[in-house]
């Protein structure tokens, strides 16, 4: 157990719909990270948030966006949805918020999202 | 990030070590070697990471290359759990985030 919470474990849904995902970090940890794992693109960055403020923007749709709360739980929200989108969405946190040399992420057990 | 190769897949058998190699040849002087694996679909864990000097944890040892241009991940006593996809990557240090980027990793195989 990492201590990253994600909820839902599973979510399935059509086209067209908008969801929201939901991620708590480990105690203390101050920076959350979401990734995107299809079958096609692998694992891949999407978006990072430092205690309520987004740092950094991977390869993000414009029809995603996602927000750090100040109780530090964040929400990935994925609106428009297209069959493309199905794929396990990863959140992960850390101490610090840079490539120090204690950026080890933690990463929550994922949401599992299948568009119909 | 700098890019790192790894060969797709490899086998080890039990209670043997696995030696997992990474070349990360454009790596920068403010650069970190991490490594991450992944289990199945569960959220990817991270092993260790290194700068310029060997590490070793409860987990696995990293030896880098005097030239930081190659690393190896070392599971000592590899078992069947130590199946999974082990992922070598390239993060930069200083004041930049700290996103990871995936490659395809390695897939490691421990049979009995």
């Known amino acids: 157990d990492s201590g990253v919470t994600q909820t839902p474990k599973h979510l399935i849904t059509a086209t067209g719909q908008r969801v929201t995902l939901r991620c708590s970090p480990r105690?203390?940890?101050?920076?959350v990270y979401w990734y995107q794992q299809s079958l096609d693109q692998g694992l891949q960055f999407l978006i990072q948030y430092y205690n309520g403020e987004e740092r950094a923007k991977g390869n993000i749709l414009e029809r995603f966006s996602a927000q750090q709360f100040p109780d530090l739980h964040s929400e990935l929200n994925l609106s428009s949805l297209e069959l493309g989108d199905s794929a396990l969405y990863f959140c992960?946190?850390?101490?610090?918020?840079?490539?120090?040399?204690?950026?080890?992420?933690?990463f929550g057990p994922g949401t599992r999202l299948t568009v119909l | 990030d700098a890019k790192t190769t790894q060969p797709p897949s490899m086998d080890c058998a039990e209670g043997r070590a696995a030696n997992l190699p990474c070349n990360h040849s454009?790596?920068?002087?403010?650069?970190?070697v991490y490594w991450y694996r992944q289990i199945h679909s569960q959220g990817p864990q991270y092993i260790i990471h290194?700068?310029?000097n060997n590490e070793t944890n409860e987990m696995a040892s990293l030896i880098i290359t005097e030239d930081r241009k190659s690393s190896t991940l070392i599971l000592p006593h590899a078992t069947l759990r130590d199946t999974a996809v082990y992922y070598c990557?390239?993060?930069?240090?200083?004041?930049?985030?700290?996103?990871?980027?995936f490659g395809q990793g390695t897939i490691l195989t421990v049979h009995p």
């Open positions: 992960a946190s850390s101490v610090v918020p840079s490539g120090d040399s204690r950026n080890e992420q933690f």
């Open positions: 290194g700068l310029k």
């Open positions: 454009t790596i920068s002087g403010n650069e970190y």
């Open positions: 105690s203390g940890d101050l920076s």
């Open positions: 990557i390239v993060v930069a240090g200083g004041t930049s985030y700290g996103k990871l980027t």
